[in-house]
């Protein structure tokens, strides 16, 4: 596929490639919606779907995640490319198993990780009438409910996390935008589920999902339903808060309804007029920022923990501030202590010196059931305001009044939209994003235009930056060793700890690694770290006669509950010897020998003289000077040494080898013949 891109951007033949994908697309889209682009009119303003014009930029999902790691050492996940609106969820019983559906090619695709890190693609059998605008919720027994439809919502159940489906549900029928709720509690109402869509249609499900009644109905002539499930006093569960949104693009009202029995019943308590006014609004009617269509979506939360604002509802949406057309949106938050009764005034979550010179907005956020603690992300063009240079920024609140400083959870920004939008026209470049979070911390997930097409880039948030100094390393195969610092140089408002283990793969047919991890001073054993910044050494020993070759040794953090988990990588080569020091006198001065076989494959020895004790660093280079293999990179006393170079992990052809050493330098030249 990446070959075909590179075609694609190759003069005018490959213009009418893309020309006939557009059309393609179109069709794709239908499979699984009939004449999907056909059932709706795109220049109605109070219409949120997805496009024609944003089809033309798909390209097929993958679950290759790549890790996206900035020179601090923080990393952003990259967990395919497919269009926009990554909605994600935790599993309350495992925080490793995440899931998240997202807008595609073929009206959507949904990912599932089991460890917190690597991410797989698994779709149901989608209904073939409908698609889009996908909404997932676990339950309290950990069992996955994935929801989709502009249509009629349609559930799909799963039992494992995400791997496989169920056929679907019709939950509630209505058009456009929806949404999907679980009582996580183990109240009365333990495990309900709620679901709702334009034109605020709203159902319930009282045996996890297997049917659905629908029990209210109420005007929301702009789309943006959203449901809380919160506790009713000393009960667990049971309260359902219901927000729907009426007016227009530029004059919002939100209206919340409120049931105490499980959405048997509910009924309007308050409404809340915002100014409605996300950037401009332009000639189609449209709010945009930078051409990209956006909407004041209610996002809502309750609070289900037992600290001191339990039952605590949050409302968080963009708004200009100050209010006006053409002015600059703020994430603002709104809080009620009486079940959507009475509110209090609107706080400004974003923390820059100066919001009213640039654009936040897009938030997303979720409140962790055991701890009270709410999860805010948004965009943010504080950086560059005047390029729309978009970065993504979060933070956190415990009782929605003080916010933790926000950070910036991007390793990279990018110009939003990305692809470019027209002017005065419907661009679609997602309507909403994800955040979801456990009791040690949260993931947020994003539509990231860094490459010029949508990519689902994630973050972990609070988080801990990790490094290794060295990434190649050669050993003997019997009582070899090799020292690597891991280190973890910055946190992103992480304090918990960071607890380090070891995998190598494939496994040795013969012999065997050893693993330490030990404090970096102190010759004791220690995996874990609990105070930032700080680092352990690693130490890789050989035992038993190892297996020649090459090896990659993993090295994992992780939170106390798992999360968050970053991993890396070395390369161990192991041949007959490591570092050898030969013997005998000690040099007199520095010296670099010719390696011994040249040409040679894949095995050959340099030999190198040090006079005196100090750093000493040994690299293999290519021919456009890039480091491909590291040799040597450690303190060695005076003497003479001799290291085996096993090239089995490079192509033929000529290399180079430099040894560097306080102050002195020489480069000799190998061949490598396979």
Same mark, same amino acid.
Request: proline share 6%.
């Given at each position: ?31 699984? =919606?009939?004449?999907? /682009?056909?059932? !709706?009119?795109? %220049?109605?303003?109070?219409? *949120?779907r997805? &496009?024609?014009?944003?089809? @033309? ?56 990780t ?5 991410w ?26 994935y ?13 494992n =996390?995400?791997?496989? /489906?169920?056929? !679907?549900?019709? %939950?509630v029928?209505?058009? *456009?935008?929806? &949404?999907?709720a679980?009582? @996580? ?23 996890r ?47 919340f ?30 709010l ?6 956006t ?29 006006g ?32 010179l640039s ?15 709410l999860?805010?992300?948004?965009y ?44 005065n ?14 009791p ?41 060793s090799?020292?690597?610092y ?102 007199s ?31 293999v ?32 052809g ?9 102050g002195?330098?020489?480069?000799k ?6």
């Amino acid at each position: 596929m990446k070959n075909f891109l590179k075609f694609l951007k190759r003069g005018s033949s490959g213009l009418i490639i893309i020309a006939l994908l557009s059309l393609i697309g179109t069709e794709i889209f239908q499979g699984q =919606g009939t004449n999907y /682009f056909l059932n !709706y009119d795109e %220049s109605d303003p109070n219409i *949120d779907r997805p &496009t024609k014009e944003s089809l @033309q930029h798909f390209v097929k999902g993958n679950d290759n995640s790549d890790l996206i790691t900035d020179a601090i050492g923080f990393d952003n996940f990259e967990i395919g490319i497919d269009n926009a609106e990554q909605m994600i969820v935790s599993n309350p019983r495992n925080p490793l198993n995440m899931q998240f559906g997202v807008n595609g090619g073929s009206g959507q695709n949904a990912y599932y990780t089991l460890d917190g890190h690597n991410w797989t693609v698994s779709n149901p059998s989608y209904h073939p009438s409908t698609c889009c605008d996908p909404w997932s919720a676990f339950d309290s027994l950990g069992v996955l409910h994935y929801g989709s439809g502009v249509s009629g919502q349609y559930i799909y159940k799963s039992t494992n =996390g995400g791997q496989n /489906f169920g056929t !679907y549900v019709l %939950s509630v029928n209505g058009n *456009d935008r929806n &949404t999907l709720a679980a009582d @996580q509690t183990n109240g009365p109402y333990s495990n309900y589920l709620y679901a709702a869509i334009t034109p605020g249609n709203f159902a319930r499900s009282t045996d996890r999902g297997a049917t659905w009644t629908q029990t209210y109905a109420s005007s929301n002539t702009v789309p943006g339903v959203m449901i809380a499930v919160g506790p009713n006093g000393p009960v667990q569960g049971g309260t359902v808060i219901y927000v729907t949104n009426t007016g227009s693009a530029a004059n919002c009202t939100y209206t919340f309804h409120k049931s105490t029995d499980g959405g048997l019943t509910l009924a309007p308590v308050s409404s809340l007029n915002v100014a409605g006014y996300v950037g401009t609004l332009n000639s189609a009617g449209r709010l945009v920022i930078n051409n990209g269509r956006t909407r004041p979506y209610p996002m809502i939360a309750m609070d289900n923990s037992y600290g001191p604002h339990r039952g605590r509802l949050y409302l968080v949406y963009a708004s200009n501030e100050p209010v006006g057309n053409g002015n600059k949106p703020d994430v603002i938050l709104q809080y009620s202590d009486d079940q959507a009764t009475t509110w209090s005034s609107r706080i400004r979550v974003n923390d820059n010196a100066n919001p009213e010179l640039s654009d936040q907005w897009f938030p997303a956020i979720w409140c962790e059931k055991e701890t009270g603690r709410l999860y805010i992300k948004w965009y943010d063009t504080r950086e560059n305001p005047a390029t729309f240079a978009v970065n993504v920024y979060a933070t956190y609140t415990d009782d929605g009044v003080t916010f933790a400083p926000n950070q910036k959870l991007t390793t990279q920004s990018w110009t939003y939209p990305t692809p470019a939008c027209s002017p005065n026209s419907n661009c679609y470049r997602g309507d909403y994003d994800g955040m979801t979070a456990n009791p040690v911390t949260g993931f947020a997930l994003w539509y990231d235009g860094r490459s010029g097409n949508y990519k689902n880039i994630g973050s972990y948030f609070p988080d801990f930056a990790m490094k290794i100094n060295q990434n190649i390393v050669n050993i003997g195969g019997n009582n070899d060793s090799a020292t690597v610092y891991v280190s973890v140089p910055a946190v992103k408002l992480y304090s918990n700890k960071a607890k380090f283990t070891a995998t190598v793969s494939p496994t040795p047919a013969q012999g065997n690694f050893i693993f330490r991890f030990k404090n970096k001073t102190a010759n004791v054993n220690q995996d874990s770290l609990t105070s930032y910044p700080d680092s352990l050494r690693f130490t890789i020993r050989s035992s038993g006669g190892i297996t020649q070759g090459a090896y990659t040794v993993t090295v994992q953090g992780n939170g106390p509950n798992g999360t968050p988990v970053h991993r890396r990588t070395i390369t161990v080569n192991v041949g007959p010897t490591g570092i050898v020091n030969i013997g005998g006198e000690v040099p007199s001065a520095f010296s670099l020998s010719q390696n011994y076989p040249n040409p040679f494959n894949p095995t050959t020895n340099i030999k190198f003289d040090v006079p005196k004790s100090g750093n000493v660093k040994l690299n293999v280079y290519d021919m456009s000077g890039k480091v491909v293999q590291e040799l040597v990179n450690t303190a060695l006393n005076a003497g003479a040494y001799s290291i085996l170079l096993n090239a089995v992990n490079l192509s033929s052809g000529t290399y180079f080898y430099r040894l560097e050493s306080e102050g002195y330098t020489d480069t000799k030249k190998l061949v490598l013949i396979k």
